[in-house]
């Protein structure tokens, strides 16, 4: 049987590949640490999760309109004038299974094999699944921790081709936590404004885990709002990753589009999750902004434990859950085993295996040398994993 070769020659997510990683070690009892989940560890909040189960009674069991509930397309069209100074309307937002999906919508509704799509790298694992998936031609653009890897205009009006018809941006960024500030969007708008043909998704899941730096939608500067697409879901900021809900906001005629396609694939998000979704919405922001304050004593509490480790180059990311320290100081050395480390992974490997340490390594997110902490974890654990960090690398010679 020939299989799909298209799904047979893309990567497994290296996240989720770690994770199940993690999980097999610690099944076999060994005594592992993994920094690996992109997910916050806290509960979802009470008053959402007591709006969806309402929801189930007042028999939210039905197929939802494909697009998502108008209640809580309203709810998402109000958020995004009030906390993003976004002005779209109801018709403007769909409603899917994950921010996952909603990318997924979005690049299969607007590329034909063979259209140039823009990574900024590092870049989120699964952007580069969907390019793979919709056969487009993808250019990575190389950024340092000099530039806190953000994009400069220079790179950008380089990488344009006639037939780019995506870039993607990620303010707050996984894996690097870096965030855009206005200036430096504005930068890029001005480059953007010079080729019309080029769309942006503005993919903001992590907007509401920023520390003191403003978050600013890419769609409300210039003349950019008409080739937004702003992505956004509740997974991050609420602490809502199973609920499996997402949406963007976008031009029209790609709005029909993704309700198209998620007409003939999902039918729409889970019924009684956006009943609770509204809730998320409408409701106060106490419990986002309490686990926001609490990620920000862990980054601080982690920064200071990393960059006691000698060798190791890291930056003080502004959002996000995630550090993405460079450890090309520790390539090509041998460990107390006598194993030559070559790449990354290796080195990951070589973590688990001596500390019981489980990183990402770079490769995932188009780096070479750096890895990936999430510090949604408690503060016990990333003691122990920095303290584990630091002890792997010392032992290298
Ligand atoms: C940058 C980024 N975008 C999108 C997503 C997808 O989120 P979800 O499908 O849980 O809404 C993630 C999750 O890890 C992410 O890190």
Redesign the pocket.
């Known amino acids: 049987m020939q299989y799909s070769q298209l799904i047979s020659s893309m990567e497994e997510s290296a996240t989720l590949g770690i994770a199940k990683k993690v999980r097999a070690l610690k099944a076999e009892g060994r005594d592992i640490i993994g920094l690996t989940l992109?997910e916050p560890d806290f509960d979802t909040p009470e008053h959402i999760r007591e709006a969806a189960k309402q929801a189930l009674d007042k028999g939210f069991t039905h197929y939802p309109p494909v697009t998502g509930y108008p209640a809580l397309r309203e709810a998402i069209v109000a958020k995004l004038k009030r906390d993003n100074g976004l002005d779209y309307a109801a018709d403007q937002i769909v409603v899917s299974t994950?921010?996952?999906?909603s990318?997924y919508n979005v690049v299969l509704a607007m590329l034909n094999p063979g259209d140039h799509a823009i990574l900024i790298a590092p870049y989120?694992v699964s952007y580069r699944a969907m390019l793979h998936l919709a056969q487009a031609e993808v250019t990575e653009i190389e950024t340092d921790i000099a530039a806190a890897y953000k994009v400069t205009p220079e790179q950008l009006e380089a990488a344009i081709k006639p037939n780019t018809r995506l870039l993607f941006l990620?303010t707050p960024s996984?894996p690097t936590g870096s965030m855009y500030s206005r200036e430096e969007l504005e930068a890029l708008v001005e480059v953007l404004e010079r080729h019309p043909q080029v769309y942006v998704i503005s993919?903001e899941?992590?907007e509401y885990i920023t520390f003191g730096m403003e978050h600013v939608s890419l769609g409300t500067l210039g003349n950019m709002f008409d080739r937004t697409i702003t992505v956004n879901?509740?997974?991050k900021g609420f602490a809502m990753?199973g609920w499996?809900?997402?949406y963007i906001a976008a031009p029209r005629e790609i709005a029909k589009l993704t309700e198209k396609l998620q007409g003939q694939s999902t039918s729409g998000a889970n019924a009684f999750a956006q009943q609770g979704a509204i809730a998320a919405m409408t409701g106060g922001m106490e419990s986002v902004n309490a686990m926001r304050d609490e990620f920000l004593k862990r980054r601080d509490m982690l920064f200071a434990d990393l960059k006691a480790i000698e060798g190791l180059e890291v930056i003080l990311p502004d959002g996000a859950f995630y550090f993405y320290p460079d450890l090309k100081n520790f390539l090509g050395k041998t460990t107390p085993a006598g194993q030559k480390l070559t790449d990354i992974n290796e080195l990951c490997l070589y973590l688990i295996e001596e500390e019981g340490l489980a990183l990402v390594p770079g490769a995932a997110f188009g780096t070479k040398s750096h890895v990936r902490l999430s510090y949604a974890y408690s503060e016990q654990e990333l003691k122990e994993a920095a303290k584990r960090l630091g002890s792997g690398l010392g032992k290298l010679s």
């Open positions: 992109g994950g921010a996952k999906q990318l989120w990620n996984n993919d899941i992590y879901g509740f997974s990753t499996r809900l997402g």
